[in-house]
């Protein structure tokens, strides 16, 4: 199925040098999007849009930068409406997971989580919404969550709280910036293979198929085509809602000392 409305629409999307971000930017330049993808790794960034680039015919861009900090918000839209005129799309998707004891968690490891995971989004939100106040035309945000935000889940306390919180920005701009056509959802992935899970955990698709009443891990795609929906005219009568993408573990999922 072809979405409605994503074709010449410019987006920009955080943490996009692999993973879930990636397939997010590569779903949004094959239905007809320009894209400005940030990595804060330079090399991963370039990479990422120059593949892209030559694929999808000169509409995928690199930004690389720490996307947590002000100054490259602030330079990551000023580039994009240097580049292609406006910005239609937002996606703050970078972001860091801490695993660990909250009795153990350091104060620089929990500032280090909300300077990117919620600082990050909400000022790259409130800098792309200003231009696309200006432009009259309207725009759409996806906010990244995650299974962790909706359920409890063992060592991943700060973690979890910033993607809960992400759930309530939506809520709130939802109504905030609705009268100026901006809205706003949460795709919330539960465990999804990526390079950095692959490498954090052996057998990560195998323990989440258990875990999952679907059988399965998640795959980037199915976040992307999530995304991709959430983005587009065809859902734009759904506002300030969180949608879950993981295999059913919020609602019966089990956990690994259940096995
Ligand atoms: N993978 C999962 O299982 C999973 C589950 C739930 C939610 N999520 C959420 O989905 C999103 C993407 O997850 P992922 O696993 O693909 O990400 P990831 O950890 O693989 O990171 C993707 C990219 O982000 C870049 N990055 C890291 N810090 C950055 C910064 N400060 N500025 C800009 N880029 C930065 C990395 O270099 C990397 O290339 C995140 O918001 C994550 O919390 C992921």
Known sequence: MQYSGIKNKVAIITGAGEGIGYAIVELLLKAGANVVLNDVDEEKSKRAATKLDVLYDGSCLSFHGDSGDITTINNLVAFT??????????????????????????????????????HGAYFLVQRAAKEMIKQKSGGKVVLISSQVGIRAYKNLTAYAMTKAALRMMAVNLAYELGEH????????????????TADEQPDYSGMWGQLNPNGRVGTPEDIAKTCLFLLSDDASH?????????????TAGKYPEDL
């Not at 937002?90 to 104060?107: D, H, K, Q, Y």
């Not at 809205?183 to 950095?196: Q, S």
């Open 81 to 118: 409406i240097e580049q292609f005129g406006k910005v239609d799309f937002v996606i703050p998707n970078a972001a860091i997971t801490i695993f660990g004891s909250f009795l153990e968690t350091s104060t620089e490891g929990f500032q280090k989580t909300l300077q990117l995971n919620l």
């Open 181 to 196: 056509s901006i809205n706003l959802n949460v795709v919330a992935p539960g465990a999804t293979l990526t390079e950095r």
């Open 238 to 250: 759904i506002n300030g809602q969180t949608i879950p993408v993981d295999g059913g573990w919020t």
